[in-house]
């Protein structure tokens, strides 16, 4: 059955659905968020590959233990890139839904089952859980050979090129912050890009939160941790929305502009033993004005065996997480 997207819903309802609305005894009030007990840092990223990168290191070690996220500026990518991206990936959103549907993520059998691939919602694993307000469009960056330019937008016509560029820059991005994080714990500084293969993949996932009419009881994005390795977020400047759980309390991520946010994810915790760890976070609607952002997931092949860095185990810190392969435990996006 064909799910109505939620931009097509936020035009039609006054009450959103049910299976929309959290339930009470999970959060009694979405939009509340505590005071922060410290500041998600500001990471000036181009002073990490520097020859006095120690003090920036040192912030970054600091963001990584309290947050497991962290904000990036001077990160190598052009306000008018970053601009460009934003307004293109608006522009795809605002088209009729006949034209996006051309990227649909459903399969060809009348709409009962979908890929990650494509334009539209997610996959309902568990019922149970609930529906997220948002509509998306994900799309598999890397590796280069298993890119599917049919699932890509082809307007505005930029799209392509401009996303190319952009995630080239991520990919960059993602390299320094993996060589810092592999120094800070004392191992070679190519550790976790030696553990990477070429079918690795990493998605651009689009998402587009409509005005929602009850903000109060519906979340943009369900709580959850990201499965893959890092996270490299670009979010609306004009409307917050990010939280990130800690110690069981909801805080608001600041919204910079042309700033990125970083995270690490469930595998790079498993590689580093726990010592830094995947952050819980969700997104909460707004009543009045749309938010987009633009996440791009670096993640593992399925047939990749995780476990923790040989170098950060000893008689005094054991081994926290088994070895296994990504795919038994769902850590992958193939």
């Given at each position: 059955m064909v799910r109505t997207t939620v931009q097509e819903l936020a035009a039609a309802v006054e009450e959103p659905p049910r299976q929309y609305v959290v339930a009470h005894e999970q959060d009694q009030d979405l939009l509340a968020a505590d005071e922060m007990p410290e500041p998600i840092?500001?990471?000036?990223?181009?002073?990490?590959?520097?020859?006095?990168a120690a003090d920036e290191a040192d912030k970054l070690r600091a963001a990584l233990q309290t947050w497991g996220l962290f904000l990036v500026t001077n990160h190598g990518i052009e306000e008018s890139l970053m601009d460009a991206m934003m307004s293109a990936s608006r522009e795809f959103f605002r088209q009729p839904s006949g034209e996006k549907q051309k990227c649909s993520n459903l399969i060809d059998d009348g709409g009962k089952h979908s890929e990650v691939e494509g334009y539209g919602n997610d996959k309902v694993v568990n019922q149970d859980e609930g529906l997220s307000w948002n509509d998306r469009l994900h799309l598999r960056v890397e590796p280069e050979?298993?890119?599917n330019f049919t699932?890509?937008?082809?307007?505005?016509e930029s799209f392509r090129d401009v996303l190319l560029e952009y995630a080239s820059r991520t990919k960059r991005i993602r390299d320094v912050v993996f060589r810092?994080?592999?120094?800070?714990?004392?191992?070679?500084?190519?550790?976790f890009l030696n553990q990477m293969s070429n079918k690795d993949p990493g998605f651009a996932r689009f998402n587009y939160y409509p005005p929602c009419?009850?903000?109060d009881?519906?979340?943009?994005?369900?709580?959850?941790?990201?499965?893959?390795?890092?996270?490299?977020?670009?979010v609306d400047r004009d409307v917050?929305?990010?939280q990130v759980e800690r110690d069981g309390k909801w805080y608001n991520v600041p919204a910079k502009p042309y700033s990125l946010v970083i995270n690490l994810a469930d595998c790079m915790e498993i590689m580093c033993n726990g010592i830094f760890r995947s952050p819980v976070h969700r997104v909460v609607t707004n009543a009045e004005k749309e938010r987009l952002s633009l996440a791009v997931f670096y993640a593992?092949?399925?047939?990749?065996?995780?476990?923790?860095?040989?170098?950060?185990?000893?008689?005094?810190?054991?081994?926290?997480?088994?070895?296994?392969?990504?795919?038994?435990?769902g850590l992958s996006f193939d």
């Open positions: 840092l500001l990471i000036d990223l181009s002073r990490l590959t520097t020859a006095d050979d298993e890119r699932k890509w937008p082809t307007h505005p810092t994080i592999a120094k800070l714990l004392d191992l070679d500084e190519d550790y009419p009850r903000p009881l519906v979340l943009g994005m369900r709580p959850h941790s990201d499965a893959g390795l890092l996270t490299i977020l670009f917050g929305g990010l593992v092949d399925g047939e990749t065996v995780l476990e923790p860095a040989p170098g950060l185990l000893d008689d005094e810190r054991p081994p926290r997480y088994g070895k296994f392969k990504a795919k038994d435990f």
